[in-house]
């Protein structure tokens, strides 16, 4: 099956030939040249990376991944001519996967776009064989055995309720779990009106490490006068 890869870059001449050289490790390539092409692109085809220049014509390249985090989970390189460590960390917390600068070797592109969907490819292959124990959504990764947790290979360090309630939001991904339900199955007591005052605190603790927001939520979402979900 043919790996899809989305090549978004207004300078036609780099775009052509990132696509060369793709190509000749038999990627099927899609250019696009600005911003909303490229998320037309993403509604329509199947893809399985995506390199996104930064400085696009029509929308920065920092929107156009955050727009493709909101449902997609596939590997995003970050492409840009600026060096500044405050847009490495943008491009990262928004979701990018990797960050490249301008110029660079075709060569070192290739690697870093091997070396995510061989992550991805081991990821998905924990995830069938054990699939009991490990949950991965996005570039979080949940391990129960190990108990250890990571977000784009960034291990996260979370106390063990922390821990529970983060297993129990993911095992029931894209569905609501309200709060009565979180705090029993986490604390293995009876819910009581305070309990949800429990839950706030160590959500928000959670989320903090987790570089998520209540406002504009990555990962974990509030569901008014119900609970909290995480969407898979």
């Given at each position: 099956?043919?790996?899809?890869?989305?090549?978004?870059?207004?300078?036609?001449?780099?775009?052509?030939?990132?696509e060369v050289y793709l190509?000749?490790?038999?990627?099927?390539?899609?250019?696009?040249?600005?911003?909303?092409?490229?998320?037309?692109?993403?509604?329509?085809?199947?893809?399985?990376?995506?390199?996104?220049?930064?400085?696009?014509?029509?929308?920065?390249?920092?929107?156009?991944?955050?727009?493709?985090?909101?449902?997609?989970?596939?590997?995003?390189?970050?492409?840009?001519?600026?060096?500044?460590?405050?847009?490495?960390?943008?491009?990262?917390?928004?979701?990018?996967?990797?960050?490249?600068?301008?110029?660079?070797?075709?060569?070192?592109?290739?690697?870093?776009?091997?070396?995510?969907?061989?992550?991805?490819?081991?990821?998905?292959?924990?995830?069938?064989?054990?699939?009991?124990?490990?949950?991965?959504?996005?570039?979080?990764?949940?391990?129960?055995?190990?108990?250890?947790?990571?977000?784009?290979?960034?291990?996260?360090?979370?106390?063990?309720?922390?821990?529970?309630?983060?297993?129990?939001?993911?095992?029931?991904?894209?569905?609501?779990?309200?709060?009565?339900?979180?705090?029993?199955?986490?604390?293995?007591?009876?819910?009581?009106?305070?309990?949800?005052?429990?839950?706030?605190?160590?959500?928000?603790?959670?989320?903090?490490?987790?570089?998520?927001?209540?406002?504009?939520?990555?990962?974990?979402?509030?569901?008014?006068?119900?609970?909290?979900?995480?969407?898979?």
């Amino acid at each position: 099956m043919a790996i899809n890869i989305l090549v978004v870059d207004d300078e036609e001449a780099i775009a052509d030939l990132v696509e060369v050289y793709l190509k000749s490790e038999n990627y099927n390539v899609l250019k696009c040249y600005n911003g909303k092409d490229a998320l037309k692109c993403v509604e329509k085809e199947d893809i399985d990376l995506a390199i996104l220049d930064v400085m696009l014509p029509d929308i920065d390249g920092f929107d156009i991944c955050q727009k493709i985090r909101e449902n997609y989970h596939f590997p995003v390189i970050m492409l840009t001519a600026r060096d500044e460590n405050i847009d490495k960390i943008t491009g990262l917390t928004i979701g990018a996967d990797d960050y490249i600068t301008k110029p660079f070797q075709m060569l070192e592109l290739v690697a870093r776009v091997k070396a995510q969907l061989r992550r991805v490819t081991k990821y998905n292959q924990q995830d069938v064989k054990m699939n009991e124990n490990v949950i991965i959504i996005g570039g979080l990764v949940v391990d129960k055995e190990n108990h250890e947790c990571t977000i784009n290979d960034e291990p996260l360090s979370l106390t063990p309720t922390e821990f529970s309630i983060l297993w129990v939001l993911c095992k029931n991904r894209g569905k609501v779990v309200d709060s009565e339900k979180l705090f029993e199955e986490v604390w293995g007591e009876k819910y009581f009106v305070n309990s949800t005052n429990t839950i706030m605190v160590h959500i928000r603790h959670l989320r903090d490490k987790m570089n998520d927001s209540a406002e504009n939520p990555k990962y974990i979402k509030t569901v008014w006068g119900v609970g909290y979900k995480i969407e898979g």
